[in-house]
C-alpha cells in the first residue's frame, strides 16, 4: 500500500528523529552516563530494527521456509550479538554496533523478503545508517 507525501514525511522525519539522541550523547562526553545511553540505545535501536524483519518476512508469500528461518534466526543473532557487546565492553564496543548497523542494512538489501522497501524508505535508511554509523565511529574516537 503507497503512503501519501505526508505519510512520507513524518515515516522520514521519525527515522531523523532518531538520530536526536545519538547525537545528544556525543556532544556531551564528559556526562557520566552518556556512553552508557549510547550504547544501550544503539542495541535498542538494533533490536527494533532486526524485530521488523519478523514481521516484513512473515507477510512474504513468495519466501520458502528455509529463507523464512535463515532471515528469522540472523535477525535473532543480530540482536543477541549486539547484546552482548553491551554487556562484555570492550573499547570495540562502538564499532561492533557500527557493524551490526551495517549488517542490518544489508540484510534489508539482500536477504529474501526484505528488499522491498518503498524508494522514500530505503534513502532514508541508507542516511539514516550512515549517519548512525559517522556517529558510533566519532564517540569511539573520542573515548579515551
Do not use: H
Request: hydrophobic share 55%; aromatic share 12%.
Amino acid at each position: 500500500m503507497s503512503k501519501s507525501p505526508g505519510d512520507q514525511r513524518f515515516i522520514t522525519a521519525l527515522g531523523y528523529a532518531g538520530l536526536l539522541p545519538m547525537l545528544g550523547c556525543l556532544l556531551l562526553p564528559a556526562a557520566p552516563w552518556s556512553l552508557a545511553l549510547l550504547k544501550a540505545y544503539s542495541v535498542a535501536i538494533l533490536a527494533f530494527l532486526a524485530g521488523n524483519w519478523w514481521s516484513t518476512t512473515l507477510l512474504q508469500r513468495a519466501i520458502s521456509t528455509g529463507e523464512l528461518r535463515w532471515v528469522l534466526v540472523l535477525s535473532n543473532l543480530v540482536v543477541i550479538a549486539a547484546v552482548l557487546t553491551l554487556i562484555f565492553t570492550t573499547t570495540l564496543t562502538l564499532l561492533i554496533l557500527a557493524f551490526l548497523f551495517l549488517l542490518l542494512l544489508a540484510g534489508e538489501r539482500w536477504l529474501p523478503g526484505l528488499g522491498k522497501q518503498p524508494v522514500y524508505y530505503r534513502r532514508m535508511r541508507n542516511s539514516v545508517t550512515s549517519w548512525v554509523v559517522v556517529l558510533l565511529i566519532s564517540a569511539y574516537l573520542l573515548t579515551p
